[in-house]
């Protein structure tokens, strides 16, 4: 029912900057808490950034904060993650989810995107 695509992840040097976009599907998307997920290799999928439906509440996990900002444009059904500064530690795949509840919880968000790759070289 709802599909979300990420996009923007690559290669870049520490110290660099990535823009990730995560494209949602149908008119929920207007109504949903959307958040941002990462997971690098053999561990977890960890918590990066969370904000509600009218883009006027966010929070980030603590190693990212003041490094990465998450924003909604919800005319274009998109989520954004501004990542600067980036750090080796920060490679990861990148995922985008969408929920109705706000939750940093990974198995309590319903739907995923299937990830984009972000490597950060030292």
């Known amino acids: 029912q709802v599909h979300l695509v990420e996009s923007g992840g690559g290669l870049v040097q520490a110290g660099g900057s990535l823009r990730l976009s995560c494209a949602a599907s149908g008119r929920t998307f207007t109504y949903s808490v959307m958040g941002w997920f990462r997971q690098a290799p053999g561990k977890e999928r960890t918590f990066v950034a969370i904000i509600n439906s009218r883009g006027t509440n966010t929070n980030y996990a603590d190693s990212v904060k003041g490094r990465f900002t998450i924003s909604r444009d919800n005319a274009k059904n998109t989520v954004y993650l501004q990542m600067n500064s980036l750090k080796p530690e920060d490679t990861a795949v990148y995922y985008c989810?969408?929920?109705?509840?706000?939750?940093?919880?990974?198995?309590?968000?319903?739907?995923w995107g299937q990830g984009t790759q972000v490597t950060v070289s030292s």
């Open positions: 989810a969408l929920d109705d509840t706000w939750t940093i919880v990974p198995v309590e968000y319903d739907y």
